[in-house]
């Protein structure tokens, strides 16, 4: 049958560290992609642990309260960070703001640095009479990269 598990806050605070260089609380258990920390609570109807990021929980501890539709933003801009003086809500667009204004927003287009064209390319591959196939060729990328360009579907800001 398994053993009685301990409540939440009990688990919790044995999952950070405190950092005295930054003040954050680093998370030390799970993280999900994004570099948040996660903890299980409870179990879905399909027997799957439910998980949840370590900062929504560390709100509810500190100021009683479930932050429902709300983001739980940082303050200093790490994930893995759970301090209570660090995090603030905000809605989707207040976590978007926040993104842009501190640099932390994806570029979009050649300003993105991974992207393998610039704005001149996508000019020279729409007013080019040439096929596709031989643009994907020059430019070394798919042939169906080459058709959603000329359709405006990717990099429709050009």
């Not at 801009?77 to 905000?90: A, T, W």
Request: aromatic content about 8%; hydrophobic content about 30%; some cysteine.
């Amino acid at each position: 049958m398994g053993r009685p598990s301990m409540p939440v806050e009990e688990r919790f605070h044995d999952k950070y560290h405190k950092d005295k260089s930054n003040g954050c609380w680093i998370w030390d258990k799970a993280l999900d992609r994004q570099g948040y920390g996660t903890i299980s609570i409870g179990i879905l109807s399909n027997g799957t642990k439910r998980k949840v990021k370590a900062p929504r929980i560390m709100w509810e501890l500190y100021h009683g309260e479930n932050p429902g539709d709300m983001f739980v933003c940082h303050h200093c801009d790490n994930p893995s960070c759970v301090n209570p003086k660090h995090l603030f809500l905000g809605t989707h667009k207040d976590n978007q703001s926040d993104s842009v204004n501190k640099g932390r927003h994806r570029s979009i287009g050649g300003k993105n640095p991974k992207a393998k064209l610039k704005d001149s390319d996508i000019r020279v591959i729409r007013s080019s009479p040439l096929k596709y196939k031989f643009l994907a060729e020059i430019f070394g990328v798919s042939i169906s990269t080459i058709a959603r360009i000329r359709t405006n579907k990717l990099w429709r800001h050009v």
